[in-house]
């Protein structure tokens, strides 16, 4: 059994994220919402040695299952992440991310003049290009940090 | 045209773009012909910024296809001062007429306001983002000016918040269009505008000198620089200063079937002067309003 694996069996009920951008855990846990004031154990490690990108982040969350627009969300920060969900101990789904043609509902527009940021019922969209994302309705486009531009945490778990 | 709404420039295409252009010649030549078009019909004109002008236009243009207007009237005297949503006015806005006529100063607003209707929305302007009408009726003078293609275009001033400049650069990738856009440095087209003209493969350069572009264009079309754009007065006046159009320098510099456009009103960037050279094509431009809006209406509604 390799220590990855043993690191994926720890927890009981909920996801773990492997094969993150090393260095991006802290990012991935703000995407999520995930500060500990929930009451869920969390565990990372960084910098963990990866056969595949050399220096991997992994993050474990006790408790709640990624949904798959996080799980696209996550893609643009570590587009090399594998998603384990964990019920009763057992891996019971396993998957890359994918990076989606837009994402919805978990990034915020920088554009503070955009109609998404007014109070309006629009759930912020972003088409994803090949170097970063863009906002489908006022057109700002954002490539360096994205992790700047999360909202409030997600909407559905 | 292909759209429900019209929402951005970047949704036209070639052939949208000729039909409006067409269909306008033909009501410019005999605007009786149209006028029973629309009897019956109503739009709703939603400006939540002051724009006489453009609100204005689209209205002769409703009247002259026969449809009726109804004028949401000043933001101060509606509900929007009490908070109602743009999503909410535009949800209520649609049972009472066949098209809305939008102007909102946040970027996106127009096509937000579509998520919520079934009945077509016009972006009147949408804050820095688009002007799409305006767009159509650039084109319509630059078509009987200069022809669409094989055209050499300055478009000089404000091109950061300029939205008649990102629309119109947007609009032109259609045709074998070379422009040239001139700009201080600081209001250089923005990132996603350049972006868009990038990818659409289109014969783009940027200048900051006016008087090197003048020799090679056929069209001028220039914008207001705006005072509050600058951190103080002295560096404003020296940036208007330079690109400010007078006789003299068209003289000088243009060629002499250049004509001149402005999305008007302009302040000072036009020196009056000009109004009475044959370069002047501007209220020609504005006049060109009527029949574009009424041929967009006619294929929207
Ligand atoms: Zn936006």
């Known amino acids: ?157 | 045209m292909q759209q429900d709404h019209l929402l951005t420039a970047k949704q036209l295409s070639r052939a949208d773009i000729e039909a409006v252009l067409e269909r306008a010649a033909e009501f410019d030549g005999d605007p009786d012909a149209a006028r029973e078009r629309h009897a019956g019909e109503l739009l709703a004109l939603c400006f939540f910024e002051p724009s006489t002008r453009t609100k204005m236009s689209f209205e002769t243009a409703a009247k002259r296809l026969g449809a009726g207007v109804v004028d949401m009237g000043s933001v101060d005297d509606s509900s929007v001062k009490k908070g109602e949503s743009l999503a909410d006015t535009a949800r209520v806005v649609e049972g009472y007429a066949d098209g809305i006529v939008l102007r909102h100063p946040r970027q996106g607003s127009a096509k937000l306001a579509s998520e919520h209707v079934d009945v077509p929305v016009v972006n009147a302007g949408d804050g820095a983002g688009h002007h799409p009408s305006q767009t159509l009726l650039d084109l319509y003078t630059i078509r009987e000016h200069a022809g669409l293609d094989d055209l050499s275009i300055g478009i000089v001033g404000d091109l950061k918040y300029g939205r008649t400049v990102h629309s119109l650069a947007h609009a032109l990738t259609n045709f074998d269009a070379r422009q040239h856009f001139v700009s201080p440095e600081s209001l250089r087209l923005p990132r996603s505008v350049r972006y868009d003209l990038h990818e659409a493969g289109a014969q783009v350069r940027e200048h900051e000198d006016l008087e090197a572009v003048l020799p090679n264009v056929d069209v001028l079309y220039v914008t207001r620089i705006q005072r509050e754009r600058f951190p103080d007065d002295d560096e404003y006046e020296a940036v208007a200063g330079e690109y400010r159009l007078t006789p003299e320098l068209l003289a000088e510099h243009a060629s002499d079937d250049l004509a001149v456009m402005h999305p008007l009103p302009r302040v000072d960037e036009i020196a009056p002067e000009v109004d009475d050279t044959e370069y002047a094509t501007y209220f020609e431009q504005a006049h060109n309003g009527v029949p574009v809006r009424m041929a967009l209406l006619d294929s929207l509604l």
Do not use: W
């Not at chain 1, 994220?17 to 991935?28: R, S």
């Not at chain 1, 408790?63 to 019920?87: C, F, K, Q, W, Y």
């Not at chain 1, 998957?95 to 919805?104: A, F, G």
């Open chain 1, 1 to 157: 059994m390799t220590e990855t694996e043993l690191r994926v069996s720890k927890i009981q009920n909920g996801t773990v994220l492997d094969h993150l951008t090393a260095g991006e855990a802290l990012h991935v846990l703000a995407m999520l919402g995930i500060d500990g004031s929930g009451g869920e154990t969390v565990s990372l490690g960084m910098n963990v040695p990866s056969d595949r990108l050399g220096r991997k982040d992994v993050v474990k969350v006790e408790g709640r299952e990624l949904s798959d627009s996080e799980a696209e969300v996550l893609s643009l920060i570590a587009p090399e992440a594998t998603v384990n969900i964990v019920r009763d101990y057992d891996v019971v789904e396993k998957r890359r991310v994918e990076r989606p043609e837009e994402v919805s509902g978990v990034l915020t527009c920088p554009n503070s003049e955009c109609i998404t940021n007014a109070g309006e019922p629009a759930d912020p969209t972003f088409a994803v290009l090949d170097d970063g994302v863009r906002c489908e309705y006022c057109g700002e486009i954002v490539r360096d940090d994205i992790t700047a531009h999360l909202g409030d945490g997600p909407q559905s778990v």
